[in-house]
């Protein structure tokens, strides 16, 4: 974006016209001034609320309002690559109308005037959520909504972009709270802004019933397993990955690790009478109104726990945030009544992820994560595959003398429980074998 030098982001004010093909319709939760056919006047507004006000548009659109007149609006703007795949089923929608209502139950006030959940759904674009004060550019491929199996798989990210209007956008990290597009950013607290909404995602997708209890539990466990199997986290500590998230971003399921063990943590200080949501009401909760910006400091973390359970919670951060250990805190889940088991039978949901991901998942096992088409993505350090030597970039041809599938390997690593022969793998890697 192209603006004057010097000042605020907040300082300047812009008429916006957007001009769209005869025929589509569009989204956005930029103000609108008049609406003539092709042409879109918008009521001007400042360039940070401008750049925070994205648009989708398209021949194939669908509106889907999710609060009643007389409330604050909360609409699905659907735009696809078919007529065919703007068809969210009845069950999806009222899923999606108790998120509305489970957020505000969580955090007590909103702080938009509207919002727009602005979902693509093509496979012409890159698929991906990013977050704003009043709407959410949520991005899926074109079937999401009428393959069953991709649709299982959807849920998680509308709650948790739509989590990123309180927590990201509303209180924001004060080295995140710059106040034009040129100042630097400092990104010590990412592991709230991401972790905190990652897991309260993850949370309020259960509460509105867009997944089902037992898928939740097998998210849950598949998330559990990730981490426990990190060899990562044995040398490099969880504030790392956020002090370095401009140069490699992809450590959000590491920052929400332990928001579990301290709702449960709370639970028990309190006998039951507090947890995680009366932090979330205190810290993000306030009165409701327009947008803007509350900054907060690692302090302020601290300070708002100890109002809601008095503990050391400084000590309880630091230790997760600083520290190395072979194994991730899972004391949310053995805490709270569970434990995370290995079987030889994998889940239906992570089936399910096989599928629609075209690979097969032996990360749990021999330490692999191969393409369909048998290249090998991922290699778990200390487990069997990289032992051997196997690598990232070779391809997997054969198991046991047999032409490598996804059944061919797990079939034959099943066997290893009861036979003495080892497992052998015919890997490619360049022109050798």
Same mark, same amino acid.
């Given at each position: 974006?192209?603006?004057?030098?010097?000042?605020?982001?907040?300082?300047? +004010?812009?008429?916006? &016209?957007?001009?769209?093909?005869?025929?589509?319709?569009?989204?956005?939760? #930029?103000?609108?001034?008049?609406?003539?056919?092709?042409?879109?006047?918008?009521?001007?507004?400042?360039?940070?609320?401008?750049?925070?006000?994205?648009?989708?548009?398209?021949?194939?659109?669908?509106?889907?309002?999710?609060?009643?007149?007389?409330? $604050?609006?909360?609409?699905?703007?659907?735009?696809?690559?078919?007529?065919?795949?703007?068809?969210?089923?009845?069950?999806?929608?009222?899923?999606?109308? &108790?998120?509305?209502?489970?957020?505000?139950?969580?955090?007590?006030?909103?702080?938009?005037?509207? *919002?727009?959940?602005?979902?693509?759904?093509?496979?012409?674009?890159?698929?991906?959520?990013?977050?704003?004060?009043?709407?959410?550019?949520?991005?899926?491929?074109?079937? $999401?909504?009428?393959?069953?199996?991709?649709? %299982?798989?959807?849920?998680? #990210?509308?709650?948790?972009?739509?989590?990123?209007?309180?927590?990201?956008?509303? %209180?924001?990290?004060?080295?995140?709270? +710059?106040?034009?597009?040129?100042?630097?950013?400092?990104?010590?607290?990412?592991?709230? *802004?991401?972790?905190?909404?990652? *897991?309260?995602?993850?949370?309020?997708?259960?509460?509105?019933?867009?997944?089902?209890?037992?898928?939740?539990?097998?998210?849950?466990?598949?998330?559990?397993?990730?981490?426990?199997? &990190?060899?990562?986290?044995?040398?490099?500590?969880?504030?790392?990955?956020?002090?370095?998230?401009?140069? #490699?971003?992809?450590?959000?399921?590491?920052?929400?690790?332990?928001?579990?063990?301290?709702?449960?943590?709370?639970?028990?200080?309190?006998?039951?009478?507090?947890?995680?949501?009366?932090?979330?009401?205190?810290?993000?909760?306030?009165?409701?109104?327009?947008?803007?910006?509350?900054?907060? +400091?690692?302090?302020?973390?601290?300070? $708002?726990?100890?109002?809601?359970?008095?503990?050391?919670?400084?000590?309880?951060?630091?230790?997760?945030?600083?520290?190395?250990?072979?194994?991730?805190?899972?004391?949310?889940? $053995?805490?709270?009544?569970?434990?995370?088991?290995?079987?030889?039978?994998?889940?239906?949901?992570?089936?399910?992820?096989?599928?629609?991901?075209?690979?097969?998942?032996?990360? *749990?096992?021999?330490?692999?994560?191969?393409?369909?088409?048998?290249?090998?993505?991922?290699?778990?350090?200390?487990?069997?595959?990289?032992?051997?030597?196997?690598?990232?970039?070779?391809?997997?041809?054969?198991?046991?003398?047999?032409?490598?599938?996804?059944?061919?390997?797990?079939?034959?690593?099943?066997? +290893? &429980?009861?036979?003495?022969?080892?497992?052998?793998?015919?890997?490619?890697?360049?022109?050798?074998?």
């Amino acid at each position: 974006v192209l603006y004057p030098a010097g000042g605020p982001s907040d300082a300047w +004010t812009y008429s916006v &016209r957007l001009r769209l093909p005869s025929g589509w319709s569009f989204g956005t939760a #930029l103000p609108v001034a008049q609406n003539a056919g092709d042409r879109i006047d918008f009521i001007p507004v400042t360039l940070t609320k401008l750049v925070d006000s994205p648009v989708a548009a398209g021949q194939y659109f669908r509106r889907i309002p999710l609060t009643p007149e007389g409330t $604050t609006p909360h609409i699905i703007d659907l735009v696809a690559d078919s007529p065919e795949a703007l068809e969210m089923p009845e069950d999806m929608i009222a899923g999606y109308q &108790r998120l509305v209502a489970e957020a505000g139950a969580l955090f007590g006030a909103e702080h938009f005037q509207r *919002y727009h959940f602005l979902y693509t759904l093509s496979d012409r674009v890159a698929h991906f959520g990013l977050e704003h004060h009043e709407s959410s550019d949520d991005r899926q491929a074109e079937r $999401t909504l009428i393959d069953p199996d991709r649709r %299982r798989l959807s849920t998680g #990210l509308l709650p948790h972009e739509y989590v990123h209007s309180w927590n990201g956008k509303y %209180r924001r990290p004060a080295g995140l709270a +710059t106040p034009d597009y040129q100042a630097p950013m400092k990104t010590e607290l990412l592991w709230v *802004y991401e972790g905190l909404t990652q *897991y309260l995602g993850f949370v309020l997708n259960g509460r509105s019933r867009l997944s089902s209890p037992e898928d939740w539990r097998q998210n849950l466990a598949q998330v559990a397993a990730y981490l426990d199997q &990190r060899p990562g986290r044995t040398w490099r500590p969880l504030i790392d990955t956020a002090v370095a998230a401009q140069l #490699l971003y992809n450590a959000s399921e590491e920052w929400q690790e332990w928001r579990l063990e301290a709702d449960v943590l709370i639970r028990q200080l309190t006998s039951g009478r507090r947890s995680l949501d009366d932090f979330c009401r205190r810290f993000h909760g306030g009165e409701s109104g327009p947008p803007k910006v509350v900054p907060y +400091t690692f302090d302020d973390v601290v300070g $708002t726990l100890g109002d809601v359970a008095p503990y050391d919670w400084r000590g309880f951060l630091t230790s997760r945030l600083e520290s190395t250990a072979a194994h991730a805190p899972l004391g949310g889940i $053995t805490n709270g009544g569970w434990r995370l088991a290995f079987g030889d039978t994998a889940q239906a949901l992570y089936k399910t992820g096989e599928r629609v991901r075209k690979v097969a998942d032996e990360r *749990y096992t021999i330490g692999l994560l191969l393409q369909e088409s048998g290249a090998i993505t991922d290699v778990v350090q200390g487990l069997p595959a990289a032992r051997a030597g196997v690598a990232p970039g070779m391809k997997l041809v054969a198991v046991n003398g047999r032409a490598w599938s996804r059944d061919v390997m797990r079939e034959a690593i099943r066997a +290893t &429980r009861t036979r003495s022969q080892p497992l052998e793998l015919l890997v490619e890697n360049g022109d050798s074998f």
